[in-house]
């Protein structure tokens, strides 16, 4: 079950991506309301494996590919558009890939991106790394940003709005991609150890 979320919120991402090809302001909108779906999801499929005693090794890494695929398909396609500057999709997606393949490193050695069998050996690491609440913080500052690009460039929503939904977007792009950075730094010093 936890992986058919995985998968179907991987999907959805693209079903978004065709969305936004139609420029209404109601197939915006329900692009946000789908965009918030496919993040609660995200959380949901980890919940839904647990509490099944699902969880295993593949489940966890569908999971992160299925993270990498629905991030890297919003910043590319932001950028596509010129809603965002190319170096954030290249920068997160760069970002991902390394941290990915060194993840995959440890995975040989038995050990997990997160939990008990976790990678991460260092407070520090396992706080900004491996924590839920870290975890949770990237999970919502995605939503916000992927959510909050989408409404700035709806027809007929920048106009009553202004300058502050603009404002508000770039902020939260930024310190998403900000918030992306720190999180992947613990998986390259700690990766040393691995190499």
Same mark, same amino acid.
């Given at each position: 079950?936890?992986?058919?979320?995985?998968? /179907?919120?991987?999907?959805?991402?693209?079903?978004?991506?065709?969305?936004?090809?139609?420029?209404?302001?109601?197939? +915006?909108?329900?692009?946000?309301?789908?965009?918030?779906?496919?993040?609660?999801?995200?959380?949901?499929?980890? $919940?839904?494996?647990?509490?099944?005693?699902?969880?295993?090794?593949? &489940?966890?890494?569908?999971?992160?590919?299925?993270?990498?695929?629905?991030?890297?398909? $919003?910043?590319?396609?932001?950028?596509?558009?010129?809603?965002?500057?190319?170096?954030?999709?290249?920068?997160?997606?760069?970002?991902?890939?390394?941290?990915?393949?060194?993840?995959?490193?440890?995975?040989?050695?038995?050990?997990?991106?997160?939990?008990?069998?976790?990678?991460?050996?260092?407070?520090?690491?396992?706080?900004?790394?491996?924590?839920?609440?870290?975890?949770? /913080? $990237?999970?919502?500052?995605?939503?916000?940003?992927?959510?909050?690009?989408?409404?700035?460039?709806?027809?007929?929503?920048?106009?009553?709005?202004?300058?502050?939904?603009?404002?508000?977007? +770039?902020?939260?792009? +930024? &310190?998403?991609?900000?918030?992306?950075?720190?999180?992947?730094?613990?998986?390259?010093?700690?990766?040393?150890?691995?190499?």
């Amino acid at each position: 079950m936890a992986n058919l979320i995985t998968l /179907a919120r991987t999907l959805l991402a693209f079903l978004v991506v065709a969305m936004l090809h139609v420029r209404t302001t109601q197939v +915006y909108l329900a692009a946000v309301g789908l965009t918030l779906a496919l993040i609660w999801m995200d959380a949901l499929d980890g $919940y839904v494996a647990r509490v099944r005693r699902e969880a295993s090794t593949f &489940g966890a890494v569908a999971d992160i590919l299925g993270d990498r695929i629905v991030e890297m398909t $919003y910043w590319i396609l932001f950028a596509v558009f010129g809603w965002v500057p190319v170096w954030v999709a290249i920068l997160v997606s760069a970002r991902g890939i390394v941290v990915d393949g060194l993840r995959a490193i440890a995975l040989q050695r038995g050990l997990t991106a997160f939990g008990a069998t976790s990678m991460m050996a260092s407070p520090l690491g396992r706080l900004l790394v491996s924590s839920r609440a870290s975890r949770a /913080a $990237y999970g919502i500052g995605k939503a916000l940003a992927f959510c909050l690009v989408i409404l700035l460039f709806t027809p007929g929503v920048l106009a009553p709005v202004g300058g502050a939904l603009h404002t508000a977007t +770039y902020a939260v792009v +930024y &310190g998403t991609v900000f918030l992306c950075l720190i999180r992947g730094a613990p998986v390259l010093i700690e990766a040393r150890r691995l190499l």
